[in-house]
């Protein structure tokens, strides 16, 4: 027990994420190869049972530097591992005090569309603090076309119903809003009490700053491409025309007259063939 707390307080927290939804035979070995491709990866922790000695289904992952761990959060989550979804999150957050409300109801949803799916395209707008939930049937497994996914604040979740509600994913047009909360089925998220709440959040700056640079005009404007340069000067009169060159060449001399030889005078000729001898006349 002493040596778990001394890692953690010697642990660099900022580039440390945490791992979660890790299959039964996952194991550290197998962290450390698929991180690594991130970047380099100082240690690799997966707490385990004490009488069973199985990990609990999630680990620690630490890198050498800060940017690492970024660059993982928004590339290796959502990774199938074991035919799981794994998610990645900072080791520094606590999902009950992150989760501040932003919780998000997804309609209409195509049977192609996965959990992979709508967390690359809902992770544009913010931090997403749960893996995106897809609700399906027992025994099939198929979608039932609907589902839910939370942001880790109502900025993030509301650039998400603006751009998102009525457009299409996956040939289908579908509804984003707030879902209803669990412990009141007529109240919805989203409501001026969580907002207070959410704005007043101790973990509040932990979270990642919500995306909106969307087709904005208001944002710092892109520097203005450096300017064309002059047209060339116009070139002198006596070469600009083609007319004016060519009055300006010596005229061509006329071509030599052609000759031919005289035909031979007649008295050269040398004299016809004698005509054939008549032909006998017929018996």
Not at 9 to 16: K, L
Not at 30 to 47: A, D, R, S, Y
């Amino acid at each position: 027990m002493a040596s778990l707390l001394s890692n953690i307080e010697h642990r660099n927290q900022e580039a440390t994420v945490y791992v979660g939804n890790l299959d039964a035979a996952c194991t550290e070995e197998l962290l450390m190869e698929l991180f690594t491709q991130v970047g380099p990866v100082v240690n690799v922790h997966m707490p385990k049972d004490k009488l069973s000695g199985e990990h609990n289904g999630y680990g620690f992952v630490e890198f050498s530097h800060e940017r690492d761990a970024e660059y993982a959060l928004r590339t290796m989550s959502m990774i199938s591992l074991h035919k799981k979804p794994i998610r990645v999150n900072k080791s520094t957050t606590d999902k009950r005090v992150v989760d501040v409300g932003a919780n998000l109801f997804l309609g209409n949803l195509d049977p192609e569309v996965d959990e992979k799916l709508l967390f690359d395209t809902f992770s544009s707008f913010g931090g997403i603090i749960k893996q995106p939930k897809i609700m399906r049937d027992v025994d099939t497994g198929t979608s039932k076309g609907y589902g839910f996914i939370s942001f880790d604040c109502f900025e993030a979740s509301d650039m998400a119903i603006e751009c998102m509600n009525g457009q299409f994913l996956c040939n289908r047009l579908i509804s984003v809003g707030y879902a209803f909360k669990k412990d009141n089925p007529n109240e919805r998220h989203g409501t001026q009490a969580e907002r207070m709440l959410a704005a007043n959040n101790p973990m509040k700056k932990y979270i990642s700053k919500p995306n909106t640079r969307f087709a904005s005009t208001t944002d710092t404007a892109r520097p203005a491409p450096p300017p064309l340069p002059p047209p060339p000067p116009p070139l002198p009169p006596a070469m600009g025309l083609p007319g004016a060159m060519i009055s300006s060449m010596p005229p061509r001399p006329p071509p030599p007259p052609m000759s031919f030889p005289p035909p031979p005078p007649p008295s050269s000729l040398p004299p016809p063939p004698p005509p054939p001898p008549p032909m006998p006349p017929q018996q």
